[in-house]
């Protein structure tokens, strides 16, 4: 059997992980490095975690999965200070402890992506722009290069752009077609003298930004101050076609207001527009499994915008597959 999966990030690598035990597997990402969201951005001295920032575990199995990457030293427990803030009055503070567990990637975010992928057959800076039946699925890439057939087409995609692949007959084609993501904006800021915050990571309310995290108080972060900052999912979406300028310009002022800092003169500074980045609880199935067509959809967005949402989604379309062959 083999199976063609569109998407490297964590869902896609998860399905990939379990399936290949019964399967040829192939990933294809547009991408020039697996991950998806779990991403790093650099720029010497300093790097950046740009996209998912930690993550949780509430399911037994994404606790199991976990334990795992902890034992492989993938990912490690941020025991941050972290603060709760209404625009940019702080409201409470707590540490991060062992008593409810923030991980994320190390030394590095990308890290899981690179971990998860080993053995994987990758097919990276790859747009896969069509799906046609042809003896199975084949798949066409941007520059007309046919890929297959495959018996079955897992499509990782976020869903504005799963719709666009996945045909119209597809038995979730509904839901797919009515679900919606949500944009954000990252802001990157390294600093040549570390700012005397009094937290490592915090949540804005009633301000134009969600989340303001120090980068390098994460562990195993042996890099230059800098910061991640996240503008909200509402603003995102109303500003997603304004010019980068003037998302810079509202973005710095709303940043140096709320933290009481002044981050115009940062050593670097850099924004990454996000247009699919979060979304809110999910109703139905974790996978959307079309067992005829043999087709499916997975993802985060099946779920929750949630790094642990997106590993249980990809297992569950694994999963299905599986109970199907």
Not at 252 to 280: F, K, M, P, T
Request: hydrophobic share 40%; proline share 4%; glycine share 6%.
């Amino acid at each position: 059997m083999r199976i063609a999966i569109i998407g490297a990030g964590l869902s896609g690598l998860t399905a990939a992980r379990r399936l290949r035990a019964i399967a040829e597997v192939d990933v294809f990402d547009k991408a020039r490095g697996p991950g998806g969201r779990l991403a790093t951005r650099y720029a010497d001295p300093y790097q950046f975690d740009h996209g998912a920032q930690f993550f949780t575990a509430h399911d037994p199995l994404f606790a199991d999965f976990l334990t795992e990457l902890e034992d492989a030293e993938v990912v490690a427990r941020w025991y941050a200070r972290f603060a709760e803030m209404e625009h940019k009055r702080i409201i409470a503070t707590r540490e991060w402890d062992d008593t409810y567990v923030h991980f994320v990637g190390a030394p590095k975010m990308n890290r899981l992506g690179r971990y998860l992928s080993e053995g994987v057959s990758l097919h990276l800076e790859t747009r896969i722009t069509s799906l046609r039946q042809e003896k199975g699925w084949m798949l066409k890439d941007e520059n007309e290069q046919l890929y297959g057939p495959y018996d079955w087409v897992i499509c990782t995609a976020p869903p504005e752009q799963a719709v666009e692949l996945l045909p119209s007959d597809f038995a979730h084609h509904a839901r797919v077609s009515a679900t919606r993501m949500q944009g954000c904006f990252a802001t990157m800021l390294g600093f040549a003298e570390p700012l005397p915050l009094p937290f490592d990571a915090a949540l804005i309310k009633d301000a134009d930004i969600s989340w303001v995290s120090v980068n390098s108080s994460k562990p195993g972060r042996d890099t230059g101050f800098s910061l991640v900052v996240h503008a909200t999912n509402k603003w995102a979406d109303a500003n997603l076609e304004t010019p980068m300028d003037q998302v810079k310009a509202h973005l710095l002022a709303e940043i140096s207001d709320v933290i009481g800092h002044d981050v115009h003169q940062a050593d670097h500074c850099a924004i990454h527009r996000w247009r699919y980045a979060n979304i809110e609880r999910q109703e139905g199935d974790a996978a959307l499994v079309d067992t005829n067509l043999r087709l499916a959809a997975c993802g985060d967005w099946c779920v929750q915008g949630r790094v642990e949402s997106a590993y249980l989604s990809g297992r569950a379309a694994a999963s299905a597959i599986e109970e199907a062959a």
